[in-house]
């Protein structure tokens, strides 16, 4: 029982985890040749149905951090340095 109480003032210490989803894709002036191909595919499968196709990229990223603002933030940055191109591609950060 004493090791319990113990830990308990070090559990309320811990920074929360925030977990945020990005999905990144390519912008819609440009060409998507797996999207197209992906289409064809499923149409010779006989899913005659579809209209368009567009592929992407999807993250989702756990941070230690109280602060859901900052940790947006931090997620954004990631995506500006490294998880999308900014010249074709377009990305979306949501809490989840």
């Known amino acids: 029982m004493r ?10 210490l811990k920074k929360s985890n925030l ?5 990144v894709t390519l912008k819609k002036d440009v060409l998507d040749p797996q999207g197209k191909v992906v289409l ?29 603002s900052k940790a947006k933030k931090k997620v954004e940055d990631m995506c500006k340095k490294l998880l999308a191109n900014l010249i074709i591609e377009d990305y979306k950060v949501t809490k989840i």
Do not use: H
């Open 19 to 23: 977990k945020f989803s990005v999905t």
């Open 40 to 68: 064809n595919t499923l149409q010779n499968l006989g899913m005659d149905n579809l209209k368009s196709i567009r592929q992407g990229k999807y993250f989702e990223i756990e941070l230690n951090d109280n602060d859901q």
């Open 3 to 12: 090791l319990t109480l113990a830990k308990l003032p070090l559990l309320n």
